[in-house]
């Protein structure tokens, strides 16, 4: 006989919350944070049909496949400096902001 697992089913809203949820440290939550703030702006780049994935890659020493993994959304694997080698294959930069975290 199956046992049934009972699933739990949490809404959060920020960063913060989901990182409470997986209890996550706050620097696990940070780099999440993060990432998926590049990850996404730099998706809404490579969709924008500006260079070619091929081209992309080629400039940012990495695959293709890796390229387009990224422009859906996919970075299970791909490092930060990657990320960051991809944003300025395209001709962008990151701007950086630091600012005091909430308690």
């Not at 999440?32 to 780049?45: G, N, Q, W, Y």
């Not at 996919?74 to 294959?89: E, K, P, Q, Y």
């Amino acid at each position: 006989m199956a046992t049934s697992k009972s699933r739990k089913f949490v809404k959060v809203r920020t960063a913060d919350e989901l990182g409470r949820a997986l209890d996550l440290s706050s620097s696990d939550t940070a780099e999440m944070e993060f990432r998926s703030d590049l990850t996404v702006s730099l998706a809404k780049i490579i969709q924008s049909g500006r260079f070619t994935h091929a081209d992309i890659a080629k400039r940012a020493g990495t695959s293709r496949t890796r390229v387009t993994a990224i422009a859906n959304g996919n970075t299970r694997g791909v490092s930060t400096d990657v990320l960051i080698r991809v944003l300025a294959a395209t001709g962008h930069r990151a701007e950086l902001r630091v600012k005091k975290s909430a308690a």
